[in-house]
């Protein structure tokens, strides 16, 4: 901490009546804590204390003359926005600032929250992909190493202490998650299909029903059959899980 105007020597005007005008000023560093859980669209609230030192409380009644703070040589600054300030005196001789900013989203939601997005569309399709050509597999770490790097990113813009955690970063993290199953049952299906036969045992008779194929309740299946099958489960479990991680997101940080 430091005195305002400590570097500077200011003049100060003296009426006859005793009235004395003493106008100090500085450029000031300052630290606030931040809540970025709702990041991008995050609002942060500071309160800047001003406090008057050597000087006994009742000796020293401080006035508040203005409700907000002198806004006339701000300069708009292109990662956050003003939306409010106010001006307070707490105990007579304790000079509050309250300053409200609101993070601009517009970067954020390009560079991170629309890739990720068209990536969970894009990731389940992999199933889609024919087995024999091994363009599946490729893709799928592709789009994994790629929510890596949207996770670098996004990590590298927030604070490294925030409390409480960033929801989109554990989304970030979910979505990763997701991914790396994804591989996992690429990796089953692509056992399956080069297999001649599948015996149907008890398990594969409950994936059979879940994927609507009674009919191939009580025979030996092929294994390319059984991995077309697999495919089609697969991929509606991989929607349905992304799903429910962008929808948790949306409602926790937008809504």
Same mark, same amino acid.
């Not at 190493?145 to 813009?157: E, G, Q, V």
């Given at each position: 901490?430091?005195?305002?105007?400590?570097?500077?020597?200011?003049?100060?005007?003296? @009426?006859?009546?005793?009235?004395?005008?003493?106008?100090?000023?500085?450029?000031?560093?300052?630290? $606030?804590?931040?809540?970025? %859980?709702?990041?991008? +669209?995050?609002?942060?609230? $500071?309160?800047?204390? +001003?406090?008057? *030192?050597?000087?006994?409380?009742?000796?020293?009644?401080?006035?508040?003359?203005?409700?907000?703070?002198? #806004?006339?040589? @701000?300069?708009?600054?292109?990662? *956050?926005?003003?939306?409010?300030?106010?001006?307070?005196?707490?105990?007579?001789?304790?000079?509050?600032? =309250?300053?409200?900013?609101? !993070?601009?989203?517009? @970067?954020?939601?390009?560079?991170?929250?629309?890739?990720? &997005?068209?990536?969970?569309?894009?990731?389940?399709? /992999? +199933?889609?992909?024919?087995?024999?050509?091994?363009? !599946? &597999?490729?893709?799928?770490?592709?789009?994994?190493?790629?929510?890596?790097?949207?996770?670098?990113?996004?990590?590298?813009?927030?604070?490294?202490?925030?409390?409480?955690? $960033?929801?989109?970063?554990?989304? &970030?993290?979910?979505?990763?998650?997701? %991914?790396?199953?994804?591989?996992?049952?690429? #990796? #089953?299906?692509?056992?399956?299909? @080069?297999?001649?036969?599948?015996?149907?045992?008890?398990?594969? !008779?409950?994936?059979? =029903?879940?994927?609507?194929?009674?009919? +191939?309740?009580?025979?030996?299946?092929?294994?390319?059959?059984?991995? =077309?099958?697999?495919?089609?489960?697969?991929? /509606?479990?991989?929607?349905?899980?992304?799903?429910?991680?962008?929808?948790?997101?949306?409602?926790?940080?937008?809504?």
């Amino acid at each position: 901490m430091k005195s305002v105007g400590e570097d500077i020597e200011y003049v100060i005007v003296i @009426y006859h009546d005793g009235t004395v005008i003493y106008v100090p000023g500085g450029v000031m560093d300052t630290k $606030c804590e931040t809540d970025v %859980s709702l990041f991008p +669209f995050d609002v942060q609230i $500071c309160i800047l204390y +001003f406090v008057t *030192w050597g000087i006994e409380s009742n000796l020293l009644i401080l006035s508040n003359e203005l409700n907000s703070a002198v #806004i006339d040589y @701000y300069v708009d600054n292109p990662d *956050w926005k003003l939306i409010n300030t106010k001006t307070y005196v707490d105990d007579r001789y304790n000079y509050h600032v =309250k300053i409200t900013i609101k !993070r601009n989203p517009l @970067y954020y939601v390009v560079m991170i929250i629309l890739p990720t &997005m068209f990536f969970c569309i894009l990731n389940p399709l /992999v +199933f889609l992909l024919p087995t024999e050509s091994g363009e !599946r &597999m490729s893709l799928a770490i592709s789009i994994l190493l790629s929510y890596a790097i949207f996770l670098t990113l996004m990590s590298s813009s927030i604070p490294a202490t925030s409390n409480p955690i $960033c929801y989109l970063l554990v989304a &970030m993290i979910a979505v990763i998650f997701v %991914s790396g199953v994804i591989i996992i049952l690429l #990796i #089953i299906s692509a056992a399956y299909f @080069y297999e001649e036969k599948v015996k149907i045992s008890n398990c594969y !008779r409950l994936v059979l =029903k879940v994927a609507g194929r009674r009919h +191939f309740l009580y025979e030996d299946l092929p294994g390319k059959q059984m991995s =077309k099958i697999l495919d089609k489960m697969f991929i /509606v479990i991989s929607f349905a899980l992304l799903t429910v991680v962008m929808l948790t997101m949306f409602i926790l940080i937008v809504i």
